[in-house]
C-alpha cells in the first residue's frame, strides 16, 4: 500500500508541473499578442498624423502674395489724349490687370486716326510720353510755324524720312507743325513721291485732330482752316 502512494504523489506533481508550463506559454503568448496590438495602434496612430499633416498640406495651400503697383493717375475715363507713336486718342475706362502676381491699373485708350484700342499701366504712362491735348493759346501760336517758308534741308530722302518720322512720333505740336509745313505742295508745285505724301497725311491728320480738340470745332472745318493757312503762303 505505501508504494501506491507514493505513485500518486509522483503523477501530481507532474500535473502541476505541466500545468505551469501552460499557464507560462498562455501568458507569455498574451503578452505578445497585447504588445503586438499596442504598436499596431502605435503605427495606425502615426499614419494617421502623418496622413492628416500630409492632406492639410495638400487641401490648404498658402496663397501667394500678390503685388500691387501703385501709380498716380495722370487722366481719367473720358479724357482726350496725345499719345507719341499714335496720335490723338480717348480713355474709354480704366481697368485692373492682374498677371506674374502682379496687379496694376490701365487706360484703355482708342485712337482716332488708327482706329486702334490699346492699355496703359499707369506706371509707363510717362515713359511713353502720354500727355493732354496742347491748349488753345499754345495750339494758336504753333499755326505761326505754318505760315512760314518751308525749310527743306539739301539730303536725300532716306534721311530726311528718317527725321521727319523722329519728328511726327515725338509727341511735340511745334515739331509736328513743322513736318506739316515742310511736307505740303500746292497744286503748281512739283509732285512728291508717294512716301513723301503717305507721310505728310500722317503729319497733317494728327496735327488736324488736336487742332480741332483744342479749339473745340469739327475735324473737317479745323482741316479746311488749315489747308488755307498753308495755301496762303
Known amino acids: 500500500m505505501p508504494i501506491k ?41 502615426n499614419v494617421k498624423k502623418v496622413v492628416k499633416k500630409v492632406v492639410r498640406k495638400i487641401i490648404t495651400p498658402k496663397a ?23 496720335g490723338v486718342g480717348r480713355i474709354l475706362t480704366i481697368e485692373k490687370f492682374q498677371y506674374d502676381l502682379v496687379e496694376e491699373q490701365l487706360y484703355v485708350i482708342q485712337f482716332f486716326q488708327d482706329k486702334l484700342t490699346i492699355r496703359v499701366p499707369f506706371s509707363k504712362a510717362k515713359l511713353i510720353g502720354l500727355r493732354n491735348i496742347t491748349s ?57 513721291s508717294y512716301s513723301e505724301r503717305q507721310m505728310f497725311q500722317v503729319a497733317f491728320e494728327r496735327y488736324t485732330r488736336e487742332f480741332a480738340i483744342s479749339s473745340n ?11 488755307e493757312i498753308l495755301n496762303k503762303r
Do not use: C
Not at 507532474?14 to 499557464?23: D, F, L, Q
Not at 501667394?64 to 499714335?86: M, R
Not at 470745332?217 to 489747308?227: G, N
Open 136 to 192: 488753345k493759346p499754345s495750339m494758336t501760336r504753333t499755326l505761326s510755324i505754318l505760315k512760314q517758308k518751308p525749310k527743306i534741308k539739301k539730303a536725300m530722302w532716306s534721311r530726311r524720312a528718317q527725321e521727319y518720322d523722329q519728328k511726327i512720333n515725338s509727341g511735340d505740336i511745334k515739331l509736328l507743325s513743322e513736318v506739316v509745313r515742310d511736307l505740303f505742295r500746292k497744286d503748281d508745285q512739283t509732285e512728291q
Open 5 to 45: 502512494k507514493k505513485s500518486i504523489k509522483k503523477k501530481t506533481t507532474k500535473k502541476k508541473v505541466i500545468k505551469k508550463t501552460i499557464t507560462k506559454k498562455k501568458t507569455s503568448t498574451s503578452k505578445k499578442t497585447v504588445k503586438t496590438k499596442a504598436v499596431k495602434k502605435a503605427v495606425k496612430k
Open 64 to 86: 501667394p502674395k500678390i503685388k500691387k503697383i501703385i501709380a498716380p493717375q495722370d487722366f481719367k475715363g473720358g479724357d482726350n489724349i496725345v499719345y507719341p507713336t499714335h
Open 217 to 227: 470745332t469739327k475735324f473737317e472745318e479745323s482741316s479746311a482752316k488749315i489747308i
